[in-house]
């Protein structure tokens, strides 16, 4: 795993149920802040003023999100503090950055939304391809399935086709001079289980080309069973005896209202103020960090921007199905697209707030993560610091104090990995990020 993390001065690669339902879209504020998440309106207006520059163009939107302001603009616009002014401080001006596949291209284009017009425009030349759109991969998957040398594969290995499913395996770079935008499929047999990455269909391939939609290889080099299902299933409601130990509940409550704030992205708590973004991309943001100093009497930076930058799965298997697997969930999939709504009461506890998220689908038109983050105040009965004393003369010193916690929570399910990304704040000063 990667992650990136930006400091001010240098960069580093119960029984009551309280729910917040935080809006995210601030596309009314008159001064937003510059670091927040393109809105729903804001998503729109960048999808049509692309779509209206290129008409009659079959466009595929892999990547939308803020073209962010850089540091000393943000840090200038910071300082000022335009909630304690009279006159309140407009934020740099908001631009979005875009890319559009178009006839085998990509395009790289910056929509400078205060003027409602396109800036830039360019074509890369680099190596590499945008990310997998949702889209792309629900028609990928499903090319197989009309492919009669993949049917003759099924019908060999006497499988039922009603009960397989394909996945889109990016296939990695190996010093190609020239490449194509293509994806491995490769698929699991479903039958009696959920678990279906667990019952691999062994031997068959086939290379799709994401351009024309078209497969241009397939493979089937030889047939071995396929793992039974028995075992691998882990929903609750269809688990069978033997179970494992009936552990009792334990509930934490919070009598009084939550101890910290929400104004659109910005957040406080304790000592703590921070921003919350999010990315299709990186997921989640977090940004201008900063703790209050009791000596000093002000707010002390501490991170300037922080977030997964890469989570880099590699199998490193070295035979003919495996050795191209060198997968990047963050860059090639996206941590942001593939967030998961989360639950409440078992994802995140009772005294949470959520906040949704908003994307652009591959046609552009924006997508609703509901319940995207939950923020919550945490306490598991840790100890932030102690000490005992007992040399002084008639008298014990027992002093104790309780490690709470407030956590921004994401979980990112990319295929069979779930990933559950908490942002820790502490009152002592400390960050902890855990994947």
Known sequence: MVYSIESYGCNYEGDVVVLLMLLWNCAECKHPHPCDPL??????????????????QNLTFHYVTLDEPNKPEILSWQSSNPKTKAKAVSPPPRRASVIVRLQKQSLEITVDLSTGSIVSTKVYQGHGYPMLTLGEIGVVTQLPFNYEPFKESLRKRGLNISQVRCGAF???WFGETKTKRSVKVKCQYRNDTANFYAR???GVAAVVDLDDMKIIGYNDRYVVPVPKAEGTEYRASKLKPPFGPNLKGITVTQDAQPGFTIDAHSVSWANWVFHVGFDIRAGPIISLASIYDLQKQKYRPVLYKGFISELFV???DPTEEWYYATIFDTSEYGFGQFMS??????DCPPNAAFLDA????????????ANAFCIFEKYAGDIMWRHTETEIPN????EVRSDVSLVVRTVS???????????????SGSIKLVV
């Open 39 to 56: 809105t729903p309106s804001e998503l729109s207006f960048v999808r049509t003023k692309v779509q209206n520059s290129y008409p009659n």
């Open 170 to 172: 990016t296939m990695g």
């Open 314 to 316: 590699p199998y490193q």
């Open 358 to 369: 908003y994307y652009a689908g591959s046609d552009g038109i924006p997508v609703k993560i």
């Open 413 to 427: 399910t990319v295929a069979n990995y779930d990933y559950i990304t908490d942002w820790e704040f502490k009152p």
């Open 200 to 202: 691999p269909i062994e």
């Open 395 to 398: 008298e014990v010193i027992n």
């Open 341 to 346: 709504s989360l639950q409440p009461l078992t």
